[in-house]
């Protein structure tokens, strides 16, 4: 068992000589973290009482353990003797962070040896502790919150001489190696805007029927044409489905006839478009594009995907995982920490995948429903404050691209005055395949809206001057 007793007494100890520790160690220790159930207890009360600005001192440790300096408490020590000895053994705030890193660590090793334990006694069970499946997914959940825990969250202190300088290192080693640009949407205007860079999290976010999946299939379609390694894990449509939108897709062409993928669903297509469909086929099976279709994954089941998926990227088509996308993040399923706050919930979610996309230097592409409240505007544009239940979905991201498409709701309406109808029907001609895209926030670029052609049911998604 990995228990580091010494040095949970003497970050507790700094803690009680001087609260400002707690700040230094911030991120990098949890309560949890401690062996000691009276650590934990400590540990954690000091938190909240430096959140709501309470005075962090030995008073404050007595009140929170509930005894008097006499009452025996930890190895045959009083409270009073204790709380000396966490006094007399306590580091510096200069080595706090040293001791907090410690017992993380500690902490880690002692999950991975439940883990361990856990996987041993469920196999020994056969069925009864669930099929294999089943047994190794939870393992794998519980070891990939130990490795999104232990990764680089990039949270260095340095001096603006030192920021400047490591700027200044990256601008020689790329004009002397080139810039890395980026992954591409498949469409140029809004490649020139923005792109899905290596460590970044995009979100792009709609109201249903706005084309959040059709953008993202496609844009997995370009950069799987180009070379790129893609993960696609959609919790919500299996393979079949989504082939039939791919199909489509790739076999639409300007000049030809569309075959939309409802007439693939239904079989209505004729022998010419059987023709087209079967090179579409051949095209498409040297993409390097995996498809991760199994509904309910928590977001540290699809961390462990992406991981995993390395593997048969480069057996099966020799390539790197590039992109990884997940439709949608209303879908991701809820961990026990944040039960019954689901706000809290999404936030945590996209704060895990923001780690991801920097921890394995690719772009993560999060679709995410926007709230109802766009349907009760005149203007039903989207804003980013449209962003469902969780403000934390916009600080996380890099990016986020708000889609919207006109049409659709001028499919819907129908002006009583005919002359007002018709104006509805021939603003409905020109928009009817446009699609727009809002680059509402991008971190290190403009912000600025886009105009794409979009046919819906071929879900295809090209540069809007092809549309005649």
């Known amino acids: 068992m990995n228990i580091n007793l010494d040095a949970e007494q003497a970050l507790i100890g700094a803690v ?47 009140s929170v353990l509930g005894l008097d300096a006499k009452t025996v408490l930890v190895k045959g020590m009083t409270t009073g003797e204790y709380i000396a000895k966490l006094a007399a053994n306590a580091t510096t705030v200069l080595n706090a962070p040293d001791y907090a890193r410690v017992i993380a660590e500690a902490a880690n090793y002692r999950r991975l040896e439940q883990s ?28 990939d919150a130990i490795v999104m825990a232990t990764a680089n969250k990039g949270s260095r202190r340095v001096s603006v001489g ?33 792109k899905l860079y290596p460590g970044e999290l995009t979100i792009a976010a709609a109201r249903p029927s706005m084309g959040k999946t059709t ?15 893609v993960l696609f894990v959609s919790l919500e449509m299996g393979e079949v489905s989504l082939g039939q939108r791919v199909l ?21 297509v004729s022998q010419a478009d059987m023709q087209r469909l079967s090179v579409a086929l051949e095209r498409v099976r040297q993409y390097p594009l995996i498809i991760e279709q199994e509904p309910g994954l ?13 593997k048969p990227l ?68 989207p804003q980013l404050s449209d962003l469902r239940e969780s403000g934390r979905i916009e600080e996380d991201a890099d990016t986020v691209v708000l889609l919207y498409r006109e049409a659709y709701y001028l499919e819907r309406t129908k002006e009583t005055e005919p002359d007002k109808d018709m104006i509805r029907m021939e ?34 998604i090209r540069n809007l001057a092809r549309r005649y």
């Open 215 to 229: 953008l993202a299939l496609s844009s997995c379609l370009a950069a799987a044409r180009s070379g790129a390694g």
């Open 162 to 194: 030192d920021a400047v300088a490591s700027a200044h290192s990256v601008l020689l080693d790329r004009m002397e190696h080139g810039v890395e640009t980026g992954i591409g949407w498949g469409v140029s205007d809004l490649d020139d805007v923005t």
């Open 16 to 62: 009680l000589m001087n609260p400002d520790a707690l700040d230094v160690v911030d991120g990098l220790v949890r309560a949890e973290d401690f062996s000691e159930p009276v650590h934990v207890q400590v540990y954690d009360a000091f938190l909240r009482a430096r959140d709501e600005g309470r005075r962090v001192d030995v008073t404050l440790m007595q």
């Open 248 to 268: 489509s897709d790739i076999a639409y062409e300007p000049d030809q006839t569309p075959i939309a993928y409802t007439d693939i669903r239904d079989a209505k």
């Open 427 to 460: 603003r409905l001609r020109d928009c009817r395949n446009v699609l727009e895209i809002n680059v509402a926030k991008q971190r290190q670029g403009a912000t600025r809206t886009v105009e794409a052609f979009v046919h819906m049911p071929s879900n295809a």
């Open 314 to 381: 480069m057996r099966d088509f020799n390539a790197t995982l590039d992109l990884l996308v997940v439709d949608h993040l209303g879908l991701i399923a809820s961990g026990d920490r944040y039960a019954g706050a689901r706000h809290l919930e999404l936030g945590a979610i996209t704060s895990a995948l923001k780690v991801l996309a920097k921890d394995m230097q690719i772009p993560v592409l999060l679709l995410c429903q926007l709230s109802r409240g766009v349907e009760s505007r005149e203007n039903k544009r």
């Open 298 to 310: 928590t977001v540290s089941q699809i961390a462990a995907r992406a991981r995993a998926a390395r």
């Open 116 to 143: 361990g334990r856990m996987l041993s006694d469920r196999a020994s069970q056969g069925y009864s502790g669930g099929t294999p499946g089943e047994v190794a997914s939870s393992i794998i959940t519980d070891l």
